[in-house]
């Protein structure tokens, strides 16, 4: 055993689950109590809530270590607690996309956007980068660091046009990067 009661020969993978949690007091224990008791190791947590899904819950990324005997059977546990679990598996992004998106971009709701390109079950957005040097009226531009899963890149940008092309936007595309930093 290692010093925080691990067998270093038990197989061990890291996993993220993506839940949606209501606005509420105590939501989030809810959540991670089942994770702990179903000897899940937490890596980090990602609270968004300052940010709506369109269901109007606060969408929560909990990434975490867990042998994969184990992992149907945590996110049950998840499940049986009342917690809607959006998207749960082992953590398979190998690349980084980048975009860059031109318009009217926070006129044509720029939260939306990001929600949408979340929504896309191969890739995370892990970074974003806005300028809108005339203000919120006039066009604007973002680059959009999308950690896409291997080989799936072209779903991603899928979405990506389907978005853009929705509300009017320019895209250049892509610029792709090996694994996410």
Not at 53 to 75: H, I, M, Q, S, W
Not at 101 to 109: A, P
């Amino acid at each position: 055993m290692t010093d925080e009661g691990r067998d270093p020969e038990v197989d061990v993978r890291t996993y993220t689950v993506r839940l949606e949690l209501a606005d509420e007091p105590g939501e989030l224990l809810r959540a991670l109590e089942p994770i702990a008791e179903s000897g899940g190791n937490l890596l980090s947590i990602f609270h968004e809530r300052g940010s709506l899904t369109p269901r109007g819950r606060v969408p929560v990324e909990v990434d975490l270590e867990c042998p994969p005997a184990k992992f149907d059977d945590l996110v049950e546990s998840v499940r049986e607690a009342g917690v809607d679990v959006v998207r749960a598996g082992a953590e398979e992004y190998r690349e980084v996309v980048s975009v860059v998106l031109v318009g009217h971009l926070v006129e044509t709701d720029l939260s939306d956007t990001l929600e949408r390109l979340e929504s896309c079950p191969t890739a995370s957005v892990v970074d974003l980068s806005l300028n809108a040097p005339e203000g919120r009226d006039d066009v604007s531009s973002a680059r959009i660091r999308l950690a896409v899963e291997g080989g799936a890149a072209d779903v991603a940008l899928s979405t990506v046009r389907e978005v853009a092309e929705e509300k009017d936007l320019r895209t250049i595309e892509p610029l792709v990067e090996e694994g996410p930093s």
